[in-house]
């Protein structure tokens, strides 16, 4: 399953349309709304997961693009301090991914960055917040700032 993180700028236009019932019904793709801020007749904002085949994802992409949403991935990261991480194993019940699981019979918890869809509910749940997650679109504006 194919899962990443979408900032999508909405032009006025489209703002009443029902653009996400589209995505399911005519692409076959799951969505996560993190964020929105749509307004009837006015420019909105959302911060959107989608799910689904590579491909149906790309066309879901494709068909944004052509009503004028502009689309840019957020590229989240999420690490793991070693040095913090007393291998308690609580992020591997919330993680809806499975990128931290336990290997048995070590017990020892695992993370697998490539499965990670930067979600962050790992980061609540961590108690001694060993995992940290960052945004790669903010970290390069404050770069360029800087």
């Known amino acids: ?52 085949n590579r491909e149906n994802v790309r066309q879901a992409l494709g068909y944004l693009k052509g009503l004028g949403v502009k689309v840019e991935r957020l590229a989240t990261r999420v690490r793991r301090d070693e040095s913090r991480c007393f291998q308690c194993g609580a992020c591997t019940g919330i993680c809806p991914v499975g990128a931290l699981h336990i290997r ?10 490539e499965k990670c869809t ?14 940290e997650v960052s945004i790669d679109r903010l970290l390069e504006e404050e770069a360029a700032a800087a």
């Open 104 to 113: 048995r019979p070590e017990m020892e918890v695992l993370f697998d960055p």
């Open 1 to 52: 399953m194919y899962t990443r993180i979408y900032f999508l700028r909405y032009p006025k236009e489209t703002s009443g349309d029902p653009v996400i019932y589209h995505l399911v019904r005519q692409y076959d793709v799951e969505f996560n709304i993190l964020k929105a801020d749509i307004r009837p007749q006015r420019d909105g904002i959302m911060i959107l997961e989608l799910k689904g």
């Open 118 to 131: 930067g979600c962050g509910l790992c980061v609540t749940g961590c108690p001694v917040r060993a995992m």
